[in-house]
């Protein structure tokens, strides 16, 4: 009834074992178990839970703040380098000034032009990040008072151009006063702009600016340029620096042509 039964004690039943003796069994059971212990890394390469997500792979063009557009690369490096040839030429011009000591009127107007072509540069580099609010409204300030700055400039440097041509010595207060209200004039345009039309961010990613909107804040740089340009024209051979009259003459000139294009 029991083949396996060897004997029985009241503490125990002891079954014997039916491959006592014989080898074959043995190996059997070594096959056995080796086809039931299977390595839990093969249970598991092919479940879901297990596959890795692909990480996004950068190309090393654009990061997280830049905009995804193909004109940014090239608006950086003739940004940047705009940057780098205006301060490699200011520290030239303090270094020279330090030797020859010139004019500080003429240095002051010099240094006042340079920090609008710097800031024009600099506004440009912010075009090419992701818009949000913050960033939207530098935009809308430093677009306009960049050219202010400037343009201003330029108008000061040719009234005096003009008065000295005339036999008037305006000092270098008259000039400092008559850049600081220009100036002026764009920043509080520019903050009222701000105050009255929030900066926003809409979607796709962009500014909440409308062309026409952006038209209306350069009106007073436009209303410049023109007095600049008649100006330039009208007094272009004023016999006191000749040249330099002549090049704020072709710069006007050719800022009417871009603003016409744009």
Not at 98 to 121: D, E, I, T, Y
Not at 230 to 238: A, D, E, G, T, Y
Request: aromatic share 10%.
């Amino acid at each position: 009834m029991y083949p396996y039964l060897e004997s029985v004690s009241s503490t125990a039943m002891m079954f014997s074992d039916p491959c006592v003796g014989d080898t074959n069994c043995d190996d059997k059971e070594d096959v056995n178990t080796e086809k039931q212990t299977v390595k839990p890394d093969q249970t598991k390469q092919g479940n879901a839970e297990n596959i890795q997500p692909s990480t996004p792979t950068n190309n090393g063009l654009y990061s997280s703040s830049l905009r995804d557009e193909y004109w940014v690369v090239p608006v950086i490096i003739i940004a940047s380098s705009t940057i780098l040839i205006l301060l490699t030429f200011e520290v030239f011009i303090l270094l020279k000034s330090r030797k020859s000591m010139p004019s500080r009127r003429h240095l002051f107007l010099g240094q006042m032009l340079l920090v609008g072509l710097l800031s024009c540069a600099a506004v440009s580099l912010l075009y090419t990040m992701k818009p949000t609010p913050a960033i939207c409204a530098v935009i809308r300030l430093g677009s306009g008072l960049s050219y202010s700055l400037v343009y201003s400039t330029l108008l000061a440097k040719m009234v005096f151009l003009i008065a000295q041509n005339s036999g008037m010595y305006l000092p270098a207060t008259y000039q400092t006063l008559l850049l600081f209200f220009a100036v002026l004039i764009q920043l509080v345009i520019g903050i009222q702009w701000i105050v009255a039309v929030p900066p926003a961010v809409l979607e796709p990613l962009s500014c909440a600016t409308t062309f026409q909107q952006q038209l209306h804040g350069h009106i007073y740089n436009m209303f410049l340029l023109v007095v600049l340009t008649i100006l330039s024209l009208k007094f272009h051979r004023v016999r006191p620096a000749y040249r330099e009259a002549l090049y704020i003459s072709i710069t006007t000139v050719l800022s009417v042509i871009i603003w016409t294009v744009w």
